[in-house]
């Protein structure tokens, strides 16, 4: 199965007092403005308005949560960069972020989007700071790569593995496009093989509590 089997909005939320209860696992989705997350959420879970898809950049103000599967939540975080916005508004996106990421991030594996034309920016290394300061685990998926011819597809592909190496960070890319479908099935086996894992982690530490020593 290469999509979510049932994925439904659960909520938004503007305050930690909004967030739902958490769950053992939380696939939380960052990137900038206009990198085709919700093109990509509606892709990646077969559902074409679950997120809402916008030409103007910096739609998302909140923290969006989906319920999947009636087993872990999909988590749509605002998209940051994006200039349009005061910086006050931009100030109180970035404080809800950490304190999503400070809450949850035993629970959060972090899926970084990124647009392969655009390779890694100075915000995209400072939420990958974030997140491994954190120890939260993470998965790189670089969006719009049918923009590219193939040769330069394998040079932007190239490029981007080594501005991330540089940058201090690793971990493989996958090359994802909402128009052809490209990279869906590998994202969904990458969160379900970390959510399997995550369950078995939480498994393991509730076996360990009732254990006579």
Same mark, same amino acid.
């Given at each position: 199965?290469?999509?979510?089997?049932?994925?439904?909005?659960?909520?938004?939320? /503007?305050?930690?007092?909004?967030?739902?209860?958490?769950? +053992?696992?939380?696939? @939380?989705?960052?990137? /900038?403005?206009?990198?085709?997350?919700?093109? *990509?959420?509606?892709?990646?879970?077969?559902?074409?308005?679950?997120?809402?898809?916008? !030409?103007?950049?910096?739609?998302? /103000?909140?923290?969006?949560?989906?319920?999947?599967?009636?087993?872990?939540?999909?988590?749509?975080?605002?998209?940051?960069?994006?200039? /349009?916005?005061?910086? +006050?508004?931009?100030?109180?996106?970035?404080? *809800? &972020?950490?304190?999503?990421?400070?809450?949850? @991030?035993?629970?959060?594996? !972090?899926?970084?989007?990124?647009?392969? $034309?655009? !390779?890694?920016?100075?915000?995209?290394?400072?939420?990958?700071? &974030? *997140?491994?300061?954190?120890?939260?685990?993470? &998965?790189?998926?670089?969006?719009?790569? +049918?923009?590219?011819?193939?040769?330069?597809?394998?040079?932007?592909? *190239?490029?981007?593995?080594?501005? &991330?190496?540089?940058? =201090?960070?690793?971990?493989?890319?996958? $090359?994802?496009?909402?128009?052809?479908?490209? =990279?869906?099935?590998?994202?969904?086996?990458?969160?379900?093989?970390?959510?399997?894992?995550?369950?078995?982690?939480?498994?393991?530490?509730? +076996?360990?509590?009732?254990?006579?020593?």
């Amino acid at each position: 199965m290469a999509q979510a089997s049932v994925a439904k909005f659960l909520l938004s939320a /503007r305050a930690v007092e909004q967030f739902p209860r958490p769950l +053992d696992f939380e696939a @939380a989705f960052f990137g /900038r403005s206009n990198v085709g997350k919700s093109s *990509l959420l509606n892709t990646y879970t077969g559902v074409s308005k679950l997120a809402r898809v916008s !030409g103007t950049p910096g739609c998302t /103000r909140e923290i969006n949560f989906f319920l999947i599967d009636n087993k872990y939540y999909l988590v749509d975080l605002p998209g940051y960069g994006y200039a /349009r916005y005061s910086k +006050d508004e931009q100030q109180r996106w970035a404080e *809800l &972020i950490n304190e999503y990421i400070s809450l949850r @991030a035993s629970r959060i594996l !972090g899926v970084v989007i990124l647009d392969i $034309r655009r !390779g890694l920016t100075d915000l995209d290394v400072m939420l990958l700071d &974030i *997140l491994k300061s954190h120890d939260v685990n993470y &998965i790189i998926v670089a969006t719009k790569i +049918d923009k590219l011819k193939t040769n330069e597809l394998r040079a932007a592909t *190239l490029l981007l593995k080594s501005q &991330i190496k540089s940058a =201090g960070f690793d971990g493989d890319i996958i $090359r994802f496009s909402s128009v052809t479908g490209e =990279g869906k099935k590998e994202l969904y086996n990458n969160i379900t093989k970390k959510y399997q894992h995550y369950k078995e982690v939480q498994k393991e530490k509730t +076996d360990g509590v009732f254990v006579d020593e």
